[in-house]
Nanobody
Framework: VQLQASGGGLVQVGGSLTLSCTTS????????MGWFRQAPGKEREFVGS????????SYADSVKGRFTISRDNRKNTLYLQMNSLEPEDTAVYYC?????????????????WGQGTQVTVSS
């Protein structure tokens, strides 16, 4: 299974970006999916997750109210709408497919990972 993340870029503080993650086959439509990020010199951290049918979502406290995760199973695509971006959001963002159908924030629950897309927020 391949995951292709896109939509990253350079944005000013307070700006918005939408990340997309397209998977190579319909397997992902039965699985939970999530977004993680890794800033330079820091460990990878959970951003948001969504269950297979989008009935359950979860967010890290640092992005609640600013980021929205969604998915379109017909298009095999996961999204992350990011608003009110802050310099602390600068990181490489990774999408991933979970082992189960549910929303989970634990990296160990994910079995497939994309290559990442860079998001840089300038002040």
């Amino acid at each position: 299974v391949q995951l292709q993340a896109s939509g990253g870029g350079l944005v000013q503080v307070g700006g918005s970006l939408t990340l997309s993650c397209t998977t190579s086959r319909r397997t992902s439509s039965n699985n939970g999916m999530g977004w993680f990020r890794q800033a330079p010199g820091k460990e990878r951290e959970f951003v948001g997750s969504i269950s297979w049918n989008a009935g359950s979502v979860s967010y890290a406290d640092s992005v609640k109210g600013r980021f929205t995760i969604s998915r379109d199973n017909r298009k095999n695509t996961l999204y992350l709408q990011m608003n009110s971006l802050e310099p602390e959001d600068t990181a490489v963002y990774y999408c991933a497919i979970a082992r189960s159908s549910w929303s989970t924030g634990r990296a160990s629950d994910y079995i497939y990972w994309g290559q990442g897309t860079q998001v840089t927020v300038s002040s």
